[in-house]
């Protein structure tokens, strides 16, 4: 069963102080994820930031490091539009209006460590509707076991078009734990053909991720999730961690997939 990885170079919380090599310009951006795809990602997940590296829905920055990596490699992007939990959820939809191949759907509002992760109801539909008009697939994040319950109710709705694509996120303060336990409970009550991959943030990223691996998930890896390699050296950079990725999926006998076949398997339209 082939699995697909995914470069998640940079997020919305940590910083340049964390970690030294954290890309957060346009250009950086590009560089980090053509890294990734060059080390076997075939879908790159982008947050951006703003000069002063503050998460943004800026769409010309948007705009200029979609293109600044589709000069460099071809490979998937897919776009957050969870961006940051100070940036307004008005600003964040607009992001799909750029036509990336994904973009990131986020159900429900929730606490998310010390902040509020906000997503109201009706504007959820709203970018799910507009996503769905567009042609941008959802990439449908989830952090606790009601969030799923609301992607199946867009389904139910129509807004959303089979196969379903979910990411189970674990780790995260306000959402489900990163046990073990935790994900096979979401694995177990995912709708039959779903594609998903697990997001473990922090310490439990390479054990979670092997055990996604090994279940038949696909897998993200990159500084977003973690900023350590192995316990006590950070990760020279994204390469690496993708690295790792791909190797766990080899040493799990599962080929790694290449863009077109990213494409098909997760039911990509013509673009």
């Known amino acids: ?24 310009q346009p250009e950086e951006i590009a560089a980090a994820v053509a890294e990734g795809y060059a080390a076997g990602a075939a879908i790159a997940h982008i947050h951006l930031r703003d000069e002063q590296d503050r998460p943004t829905a800026d769409l010309d920055v948007a705009r200029r490091t979609m293109d600044l990596i589709h000069e460099r490699c071809p490979v998937l992007i897919q776009l957050s539009t969870g961006v940051g939990l100070d940036v307004p959820f008005a600003e964040r939809e607009a992001l799909v209006e750029l036509r990336p191949r994904m973009a990131t759907l986020n159900p429900c509002s929730m606490s998310f460590g010390t902040g509020e992760f906000r997503n109201p109801p009706d504007g959820v539909r709203r970018l799910a509707a507009r996503m769905r008009e567009l042609g941008v697939k959802p990439e449908l994040e989830i952090y606790d076991t009601g969030h799923l319950d609301a992607c199946l109710r867009l389904l139910d709705e129509q807004l959303l078009v089979e196969p379903l694509q979910f ?3 674990l780790g995260v303060r306000g959402g489900m734990a990163a046990t073990a336990q935790n994900l096979m409970t979401m694995v177990d009550r995912l709708p039959e053909g779903a594609v998903w991959q697990v997001i473990a943030i922090g310490r439990a990223n390479l054990r979670l991720t092997a055990i996604g691996l090994a279940l038949g998930g696909n897998a993200r890896a990159g500084l977003e999730d973690t900023l350590y390699l192995r ?41």
């Open 1 to 24: 069963m082939t699995a697909v990885i995914t470069v998640a170079p940079t997020g919305p919380i940590a910083t340049k102080a964390d970690h030294p090599g954290l890309p957060t």
């Open 167 to 169: 990411s189970i996120v």
């Open 231 to 271: 316990k006590g050296e950070l990760a020279p950079g994204n390469a690496p961690l993708v690295s790792r990725a791909v190797a766990l999926a080899h040493a799990l006998d599962r080929p790694v997939a290449d863009v077109g076949r990213a494409e098909a398997l997760l039911g990509l339209g013509e673009q």
